[in-house]
């Protein structure tokens, strides 16, 4: 079992960047596979990236956002550069322990997930 805190959201202005971290307790988290996810009232759950054995981003966030890791840290970021007002979501963490067989862009797929870090993007 893993718990998971993001931090790093906040209110910017579009075109600002931010970076979100997520900070993974125990000293297994090399072994996990991490996705970021945000979320508005009302809408599904919507996958932003991943890095593990299958490491990519979403195409609205291709060229803008980029995810990364340090193991000795426990921590996954995302990078988020040029962003928009439609960015503007709740950011979630979420890990995997085991083998994702199926879709890694599914929110069903993860069975960690952190509280979640506000993003507002203004105009």
């Known amino acids: 079992q893993v718990q998971l805190v993001e931090s790093g959201g906040g209110l910017v202005q579009a075109g600002d960047s931010l970076r979100l971290s997520c900070v993974a307790s125990?000293?297994?988290?090399?072994?996990?596979?991490l996705a970021w996810f945000r979320q508005n009232p009302g809408k599904e759950r919507e996958f932003v990236g991943v890095?593990?054995?299958?490491?990519g981003v979403a195409n609205f966030a291709k060229g803008r956002f980029t995810i990364s890791r340090d193991n000795a840290k426990a921590t996954v970021y995302l990078q988020m550069n040029s962003l928009k007002p439609e960015d503007t979501a709740v950011y979630y963490c979420?890990?995997?322990?085991?083998?994702?067989?199926?879709?890694?862009?599914?929110?069903?797929?993860?069975?960690?997930w952190g509280q979640g870090t506000q993003v507002t993007v203004s105009s």
């Open positions: 890095i593990g054995k299958s490491t």
């Open positions: 979420a890990a995997s322990s085991t083998v994702i067989t199926s879709s890694t862009t599914s929110s069903t797929a993860y069975a960690y």
């Open positions: 125990g000293d297994t988290f090399r072994r996990y596979t």
